[in-house]
């Protein structure tokens, strides 16, 4: 632990002087001398290596053509990912907040979306997703500069994963800004109904530049495909990509970087800021299960665009992930409603439209990762895995995590993050190492070992856990100390619609 600590915060430094001087590419990085653990990395994990633009002259090869069905599907995705978070979350969330609440909680999640939109295209995507260190890339995309070529008049290729096929890289930075947004907004449920509106977005500030933003990068950033050309390249290739990639970490859409990542931030802020007035003692149930089920409902449908567009690809991973989304998804909804009914005597609107958002975050990691058989046996666990979440676990932990963001988003994205490491195994029906540029390496089938694997995704669970934990809690004291995070008892009392934003939802 000890070491994880350190090394902790060497990452804190490195990212700090990365965010704040200019990029330089760090010396490369020591990677297993092995071939799997050096290229054990997803078969169809989010990639932004950008595709150079070939000199503009006679005897250059003509610039890559970006292809249109691909470019078409990431467009819907993206539009898709906007829909899981205004209205799909907003209204989710909504629902399950007293009535007097109900507007604070709107205005918080689309607010949030649209700075962190905001911030990724001042700085984020390239602190993300441009070659920097192990940590934290560097500042190349800073304002998005780049996008466009103006010598060769055309825009910027991103990789996809698949030797020379591309995508424009405005699409692509267009889709990550939606997952960016998402997993910030998907924190506020911890702290619903007590925390000052101004402190939200401070705290929104801090925590998407220095956890979400290296967490991205240590995940997701790599060369692109075209750069494993020979075995002989590949320990300088992967040096240059991010920390968990390294490692060979399988996180298809975003169980690390997105639910895990977001969830320790909620269960700190719901420690930190403490309990609702009358926590235990007075009533705080849901104000409108309707449309906590349209949230739900409206989240189902955006998280095909989620998953599957975290192909990058209108491919067979792709549909890979669109039906294991689909089917883990349904099997979470019945073990919840079954686990509820055996626990509770009843199963409730409320269990089921839980269940779906559980079987959802737990196929996330593992969704173009593993087979059909997988898929549904990470949702059959994950329904009763997030009802234990949000009974047993939220007893003992003692937080008043307000709409359970760590007894699902946490609980059910370790699950499905550690469960990937089994079912990607090509004995159990998992794909596997398959992508044409894992050839280039010389990784076979033969090659995958369940436990190696497990192991690589259980330090990635934990790296973000900590990771998470360390930055959330710097960001809440820092905000605490300088405009304060909670609101008067009074205030609370009377309810943040009128309070913090002077309207009410359902009128007075």
């Known amino acids: 632990m000890k070491k994880l600590l350190v090394s902790l915060a060497l990452g804190l430094s490195l990212l700090t002087a990365a965010t704040f001087a200019p990029a330089q590419t760090a010396a490369p990085a020591t990677v297993a001398s092995e071939a799997k653990a050096e290229a054990a990395a997803p078969a169809a994990a989010p990639a932004a290596a950008v595709a150079a633009a070939p000199a503009a002259d006679a005897s250059a090869p003509a610039a890559p053509v970006p292809n249109k069905g691909d470019t078409a599907w990431m467009m819907v995705s993206t539009l898709l990912v906007i829909l899981m978070t205004v209205p799909g979350l907003a209204l989710f969330y909504g629902g399950l907040v007293r009535s007097k609440n109900m507007l604070s909680i709107l205005m918080q999640v689309m607010v949030t979306f649209s700075l962190i939109v905001v911030l990724w295209f001042i700085y984020g995507y390239s602190l993300a997703f441009t070659e920097g260190n192990q940590f934290i890339g560097g500042l190349d995309r800073l304002f998005m500069k780049g996008i466009w070529d103006n010598a060769a008049g055309t825009f910027a290729n991103a990789a996809t994963f698949s030797k020379g096929v591309y995508i424009p890289e405005i699409i692509y930075a267009a889709f990550q800004a939606t997952f960016a947004g998402i997993t910030c907004t998907l924190i506020v449920g911890s702290f619903a109904e007590r925390i000052k509106f101004s402190a939200v977005l401070a705290f929104m500030v801090l925590w998407f530049t220095f956890s979400y933003l290296p967490m991205a990068h240590m995940v997701w950033f790599w060369a692109g495909p075209d750069a494993y050309v020979s075995k002989e390249v590949v320990d300088k290739v992967n040096a240059t990509a991010g920390m968990m990639w390294q490692w060979g970490a ?142 047993g676990l939220k007893k003992l932990l003692g937080a008043d995590d307000t709409l359970d963001v760590f007894g699902v988003h946490g609980v059910c994205g370790i699950l499905g993050a550690i469960l990937t490491g089994v079912f990607n195994s090509p004995s159990l029906g998992g794909p596997g190492f398959v992508a044409d540029w894992v050839t280039a390496t010389g990784i076979t089938a033969a090659d995958y070992s369940i436990s190696a694997q497990v192991w690589v995704q259980t330090k990635a669970v934990l790296t973000t856990v900590v990771w998470s934990g360390v930055v959330s809690f710097v960001a809440y004291f820092i905000v605490d100390k300088t405009i304060g995070l909670r609101v008067s008892e009074e205030d609370e009392r009377e309810g943040l619609d009128i309070t913090s934003h002077g309207e009410s939802a359902y009128g007075r």
């Open 250 to 391: 399988l996180d298809f859409a975003g169980g690390t970087v997105v639910h895990i990542n977001a969830a320790v931030a909620g269960l700190v802020g719901a420690y930190f800021i403490g309990k609702r007035v009358g926590y235990g003692k007075e009533s705080m149930a849901p104000h409108s299960l309707t449309l906590t089920m349209v949230g739900a409902a409206l989240l189902w449908v955006g998280w095909f665009g989620f998953n599957a567009g975290s192909a990058l690809e209108a491919n067979g991973f792709a549909a890979l992930a669109f039906i294991n989304t689909f089917g883990a998804t349904a099997a979470a909804v019945l073990t919840w409603s079954i686990g509820e009914a055996l626990h509770k005597g009843k199963a409730s609107m409320l269990g089921a439209a839980s269940g779906a958002v559980a079987g959802l975050v737990a196929i996330t990691p593992a969704c173009g990762n593993v087979g059909i058989g997988g898929a549904l046996i990470i949702g059959l666990i994950s329904g009763f895995a997030g009802l234990w979440g949000v009974t």
